[in-house]
């Protein structure tokens, strides 16, 4: 079955970096869009960036643009993003997600992300 697992969440300071993965299973990750969501306490989820089957195209929410980076490498059916220039308001659950053939939207456990002095 699909599986997606999440790691490399933690606290870091404002300013700080993290890099989260998401390992993928149980599908051909090469030919799926990869997406990161995030959820603050109290507020929606909401998507971070997403990326294509080959790498190819990338997209990003405007709160994030210029500061994270999301990858893939199909070798390793991970898909991870970079967060540089943390800020407090990136507190949040992070999931990785895929939507699969049937529509049906798929997610991990989550990983925790704090920005805090």
């Not at 390992?23 to 997403?50: D, H, I, L, N």
């Not at 049906?104 to 920005?115: A, D, F, P, S, Y």
């Amino acid at each position: 079955q699909v599986q997606l697992v999440e790691s490399g969440g933690g606290l870091v300071q404002p300013g700080g970096s993290l890099r989260l993965s998401c390992e993928a299973s149980g599908f051909t990750f090469s030919t799926y869009t990869m997406r990161w969501y995030r959820q603050a306490p109290g507020k929606e989820r909401e998507m971070v960036a997403g990326i294509t089957g080959t790498g190819g195209v990338t997209n990003y929410a405007d709160s994030v643009t210029g500061r994270f980076t999301i990858s893939r490498d199909n070798n390793k059916n991970t898909v991870y993003l970079q967060m540089n220039s943390l800020k407090p308001e990136d507190t949040a659950v992070y999931y990785c997600s895929t939507l699969t053939r049937g529509g049906l939207r798929v997610w991990g456990q989550g990983t925790q992300v704090t920005v805090s002095s």
